[in-house]
């Protein structure tokens, strides 16, 4: 089904890339199932140049499995819906997607502008390979003045908003204008938003990339990555750079993520109300010495994210006046939310950030003890505000 600009997207979301009819039976399921396939056949010799033709004028064509089918496909247009972009590639995991970005826009002797709250695996990717081909690195703190900061090589900035672990807001507007001043791409990681509660191409960015192994996929059983724009140029370099690189990714996993995504808009919204919950009640507790969410009031970014936003998720952080060790047993001592990376699953979790990690955030102020990061989940917010109770109660006894 085509895109429809007058519908919401929520409306979108229920009839993109469903499953089409079948010419003789008239008859198709609702959803797309998971179409395999390494080896793709040609009706004739004049069907197989059509596609290479549609290929070479950068269309997306079927030539070979690895590119994907019908269910990638759906899953194609529905990133683009999200995030109102015309050209989208998928990739094994979010983070793929952040490398094929960096892979298909830099080349040797460029350099690249990235926030220094962007998804901490960017810097590996840095270290371990831009590094050796050449490519150089200069990491921002979203308040800098990057006029400062651009060179004469400079080609791209990598953004994050709400960034990685304490979710700063950033200025994509203004960022944008720097962008086209300069003429730099203007890259951002939508992982956070996930194209339903943030739209960076709408706000100036060129290129979007979603983790759709979080609040896309939606129940921590898939990994798998996007990466939007509706830049035609650009995504010629994309798509070239994709095709180079072998990126693929399994149809069950773009299959889970299909399934997934028609009920983001009520999971997010569910989790975004059950953090405020939190975010109410940590409030109130004398342990708590600052609460990153932009979507509460007391965040430093909260007029930003009124401004460029229109919701929230179950992501916050929370700095506690905790030795190290206390910290430690609170996080031990909590029973519904798991202890481990990612989100965007129907669970909560919490992870203890590490001051080495937080040294690279200038948005972390110094003296501040130690930081939890939390995915607030689906389960009923009393009962996840009882268990972060409970376990203050048992932090604070020695
Ligand atoms: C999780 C995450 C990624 C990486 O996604 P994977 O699918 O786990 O590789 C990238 N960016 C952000 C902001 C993330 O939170």
Known sequence: MSSDSSKHIDTVLQHTGT????????????????????????????????????????????????????????LESIFNELEGGTHCYLSSSGMASNTLV??????????????????????????????????????????????????????????????????????????????????????????????????????????????????VGGHSDLMLGAVVTRDDEIARRLGGTQYAMGYSVSADDVWLALRGVRTMPIRMAQHAKHAMAVCEWLATRPEVSRIYHPAWPQDPGHALWQRDATGSNGMLAVSLKLSPTAARRFVEALTLFGIGFSWGGFESLVQLVSPKDLATHAYWQEGELAAVRLHIGLEDPRDVIADLEQALRKAAES
């Open 102 to 215: 960096f892979m298909a826009l830099l080349s040797a002797g460029d350099h690249a502008l990235v926030a220094d709250c962007v998804y901490g695996p960017v810097r590996e990717l840095h270290d371990a390979v831009l590094s050796r081909l050449g490519i150089e690195i200069t990491y921002f703190s979203p308040d800098a003045d990057l006029e400062t900061l651009v060179r004469p090589n400079t080609r791209l900035l990598y953004a994050e908003s709400p960034g990685s672990l304490l979710f700063q807001m950033m200025d994509m507007p203004a960022l944008a204008a720097f962008a086209r001043k300069h003429e730099l791409v203007l890259a951002t990681d939508n992982t956070w938003g996930s194209g339903y509660v943030y739209r960076p191409l709408e706000l100036g960015a060129h290129v979007s990339v979603i983790a759709g192994t979080k609040y």
């Open 19 to 74: 499953a089409r009819f079948d010419p003789d039976t008239g008859v198709a399921p609702v959803n797309q199932p998971p179409v395999r396939a390494s080896t793709v056949r040609f009706r004739d010799l004049s069907a197989l140049e059509n596609a290479y033709r549609r290929k070479a004028a950068g269309e997306r064509a079927i030539t070979y499995g690895r590119a994907g089918m019908d269910t990638h496909l759906a």
